[in-house]
């Protein structure tokens, strides 16, 4: 079980149009929604869980995600949980960037919590954020993560797009996503909302 107290198990009320995914393999259903400040805790204590013992990891993932909170760049209805019989087991943040002069998304960070993983809930999570960044209005959204998962949602390697890829980042990690069809054409480098310190 997981180390999130019970009292820091979410509550549904008076959220508007949570989601309910059916899991594979009979599992029960998972409820995706926009986090509250009632999820706080429970998430702060969900990503330093889940990026315990990741391999690419700084253990601050769970300060970014407080300060993004209060940042420029916060998108609440992109602060997304999931939850399973009562526990938040997963979350995911997107938060506004820009390349060149352009407005995007950036995903970071997803967290799922160590016993929850391979469930398909960070799955559901990408599938449900691009869906609600396209019904913004967004065309974008950038991610540095993993080469072999992150494609499976349709990032591509971001300098196919013209996105430069900053310092230090690996540009098989650094990947983009058009979220609409129509998007048009970017280029140029990635200014990051300030709470990342790149």
Excluded: W
Excluded at 53 to 72: F, I, K, M, P, T
Excluded at 160 to 178: H, L, R
Aim: one cysteine or more; a negative charge; glycine letters at 8%.
């Amino acid at each position: 079980m997981s180390s999130i107290d019970k009292r820091e198990q979410s509550h549904c009320q008076d959220i508007p149009n949570p989601v309910l995914y059916t899991m594979e393999k009979g599992r029960k259903g998972m409820l995706i929604r926009q986090e509250t400040s009632k999820d706080y805790n429970a998430v702060y204590n969900l990503v330093k869980e889940a990026f315990a013992s990741a391999e690419h990891s700084d253990g601050n993932e769970q300060d970014l995600v407080a300060a993004l909170r209060n940042g420029a760049a916060f998108v609440p209805e992109l602060s997304l949980i999931a939850e399973i019989d009562g526990i938040i087991a997963g979350h995911i943040l997107f938060t506004e960037a820009k390349v060149g002069n352009d407005i995007v998304l950036v995903l970071a960070p997803l967290s799922v919590l160590p016993e929850f993983q391979k469930r398909g809930i960070g799955s559901a999570l990408i599938k449900e954020g691009h869906k609600i960044a396209r019904e913004l209005g967004y065309q974008y959204s950038l991610v540095l993560g993993s080469e072999t998962y992150y494609p499976r949602y349709g990032s591509l390697p971001a300098e196919q797009f013209g996105i430069e890829v900053p310092d230090g980042m690996p540009s098989v990690n650094f990947m983009a996503i058009k979220l609409q069809d129509n998007a048009k054409p970017v280029s140029g480098a990635v200014t990051y909302a300030k709470e990342f310190g790149i």
